[in-house]
């Protein structure tokens, strides 16, 4: 797991996180499935955000304020959270320990945009982008 820096939205260098993406079969089927591991630091949160697809999000670990939509809900180990695609969502670690979820997207590549940010430094005044992922890679593009 690595630090969440280099998005202009979502720079976290405190929270860790890894990418794991389904292989495929060898055999002419593509992959069409990725986890996001992450630890959310002490104070740091997700933004709100939307994705094309949809996305369940299981906590391992800690005590998180979850937003799914306008509604918000204080949550912890073994809490699941199925979000529709276009649906806002974010979490923020409420806890004293790391934040502990595993992500799971049925894409490898999936659209991101973001309505709040946790701007990278000489970011600050700048808008929310809207982003393409590439979860094989970890690379991302602006989008319009």
Known sequence: MEPMVGDPDDH???TRWGLLVD??????RVDSLAIIREAIAVGDRIPLHTHDVDEA???LDGIADARLGD???RIGRDAVLFIPAGTPHGTANAGTTPVEIL???P???IEIAMLERNPAPGT????????RYDLRTGEFE???
């Open 12 to 14: 976290r260098p405190d």
């Open 23 to 28: 292989p495929g079969d060898g055999n002419g």
């Open 57 to 59: 999000i299981t906590i």
């Open 71 to 73: 509604e918000s809900r």
């Open 103 to 105: 992500a799971v997207f």
């Open 107 to 109: 894409a490898t590549s």
């Open 124 to 131: 600050e005044g700048e808008a929310p982008r809207r982003s």
């Open 142 to 144: 602006a989008i319009g």
